[in-house]
């Protein structure tokens, strides 16, 4: 259990039935009446955001969220397939659980399962992937306008927005978070 005027930002609690995430909490010390702690909270398995009160005497049990590596197998349509290295146990994600969280991973690369009393929730992928560019236009010479980029499709199948001067068959960095491309390989 953990009382409200202990909150801290990132911290997992069971609140009405489903498990939330502190993204921002507010200690509020009003000049009348007793104090209160406003805080924006996150449903972690659907991602809406609500704001709440709590008095700092409320207590709310902890929610206890396992992040594990492992390594993503195959995708078979609707199951994507990972496997602990460590012990060889294989599990299977449906596609709504897992949505764009693999769109830069490739197979046989490591990735972080979350999951709450063994139902897993989210796909971390690493934070930046390198990926070889499987289909763009090809440069122009002397065409280096500045920050001009043009779009370009990844092994994986994702499209990514690419400077100019970038070609096909070439190694880049793409940072997973947001999408964008960080510099070659």
């Known amino acids: ?42 449903n972690i398995k659907t991602g809406g955001v ?16 396992e992040r594990k590596d492992m390594q993503y197998l195959y995708s078979d349509g ?15 994600v449906n ?3 897992v949505g764009d969280s693999l769109k830069f991973v490739k197979e046989n690369e ?8 063994g139902e897993v929730f989210a796909i971390e992928p690493p934070l930046s992937v390198e990926l070889e560019i ?3 236009e090809p440069g122009i ?10 779009p370009a499709t990844v092994e994986t199948g994702a499209r990514v927005m690419v400077p100019l ?6 190694m880049i960095r793409i940072d997973t978070r947001t999408g964008e491309y960080t510099g070659r390989a």
């Open 1 to 42: 259990m953990i009382a409200a005027g202990d909150f801290r930002n990132g911290v997992t609690i069971e609140f009405e039935g489903n498990i939330y995430q502190i993204v921002e909490f507010q200690h509020v010390k009003p000049g009348k009446g007793a104090a209160f702690v406003r805080c924006k909270i996150k």
């Open 50 to 65: 609500v704001e709440k009160t709590f008095r700092p005497s409320e207590k709310l049990p902890k929610a206890h969220i």
């Open 78 to 92: 609707e199951l994507y397939h990972f496997m602990d290295i460590n012990t060889y146990d294989q599990i299977a």
């Open 95 to 97: 596609e709504s659980t």
């Open 110 to 117: 490591m990735v972080k399962i979350a999951s709450h009393q």
């Open 134 to 136: 499987t289909e763009t």
């Open 141 to 150: 010479k002397g065409d280096t306008a500045q920050g001009a980029t043009k």
């Open 165 to 170: 001067f970038i070609n096909q068959g070439e």
